[in-house]
């Protein structure tokens, strides 16, 4: 199915490819966890995800993939390498310890702005990253699987900390690892008989001088959101990534992008890919009828200024098509609504860039009593 009905995006899976899975001659090709090797020459030094290539807003997942040989073998084999741009910042011919000693670093200069008991909760992240991919490895036997996972961390550290409507957010991972001596699920002989757990988790830090907007209730949802899909991950398939990034902190309005990836076999993994919205005013889940007034016919409006915002990114497709992503597909924060990228990129289809509604493009929907809507409030915290 080319489309779908719920909120389905990419989070991409990404693979270091060694000689198991390609020609000699294409052994040291590297998907550098920006997106697709055939979608395009990607840089390292780009940063949240956006890709060189035709694919614009791709979030990847760090440290997906490891031994799984067999996934797409013959698509990762087909095509790019890095630019030669790229190739002196993080070069593909590195030892699992050196770039042990580089994620060190580079995680230590990230951690920079962080106070003390962030950059400690940093330091305690990477250790368990450590050792999970340490007995991840181990298990499957693939001498390529530590550094894959090493270049997959190492290529995200930049985006791992970031700023939100004035705070400042850092990263930490949830790992786990299970193992058994013949396939549970009587899948794939072949294989190596593990499931492995990914989440990357947002945390704000909190200097003495202001409250953290995660504190409290909101905290607790988004967590229920997370805790409800990690519970499944051994029934989801060999591997359940889960990255969990912040996109509104202001006065008014929490929003967080859950971006999922289960594979559990076969040609690609299957992605979901959710929003989480929350009224900080009631200290609930944002509604639709917190935003648009009754009998405004807001979905029609919103539908027709997306399909047009799309431009040729939209040809193709019907009203119902897209009109999941005006209903259930959208993040509010202080300047509007973002209507989220989606669509499977690891399927190779192009994906729909992000679309950014500002409140004075939603007027005619909203209504009189939404807060935080003018420009002058805008951005608050």
Known sequence: MRRSKSPVLAAVMVRY???????LSEEKLVDTGLGWPWAGVWSMQARRGVATGRWPATRYLPGIGGCRRGLLAGLLCSAATLTDAAAPQIPV??????????????????????????????ERSLARFYEATAGLCGVAGDK???????????????????????????????????????????????????????VTWPRVDEPADRSNPMSGPVGYALAEEAHARM???????????????????????????????AYGGG??????????????????????ADLFHDGS???????????QRLGASADGLSDDDLAPWVDHGYLV??????????EGLSRAAAGLPDVVLTW?????????????????RAGGS
């Open 144 to 198: 390529t699987c530590l550094q894959n996972e090493y270049y997959n961390y190492l290529a995200h550290i930049p985006d791992s900390v970031y700023r939100v409507d004035g705070h400042v957010v850092y990263e930490t991972g949830v790992y786990g690892l299970l193992w058994a001596d013949d396939s549970l699920q009587q899948q794939d002989p072949e294989r190596p008989f593990t499931w492995d757990l990914r």
């Open 231 to 261: 519970s499944g991950w051994v029934k989801a398939g060999w591997t359940l990534a889960l990255d969990v990034r912040l996109e509104g902190l202001g006065s008014c309005y929490i929003s967080a992008r859950m971006t999922s990836l």
């Open 297 to 307: 016919n807001w979905q029609r409006g919103i539908l027709s200024l997306y399909r």
């Open 333 to 342: 924060t202080s300047s509007g609504i973002t209507l989220i990228s989606h």
């Open 267 to 288: 040609a690609h993994p299957y992605e979901l890919f959710e929003v989480f919205n929350w009224l900080r005013s009631a200290n609930r889940r944002l509604t639709h």
């Open 17 to 23: 490819v060694s000689a198991t899975a390609c020609p």
């Open 93 to 122: 011919n590195l030892t699992a310890p050196q770039l042990r000693v580089r994620i060190d670093d580079a995680s230590a200069a990230a951690a920079k702005p962080l106070s003390q008991g962030a950059r400690a909760g940093r």
């Open 360 to 376: 004075a493009d939603l007027r005619p929907w909203l209504s009189a009593s939404v807060p935080c809507t003018e420009p002058s």
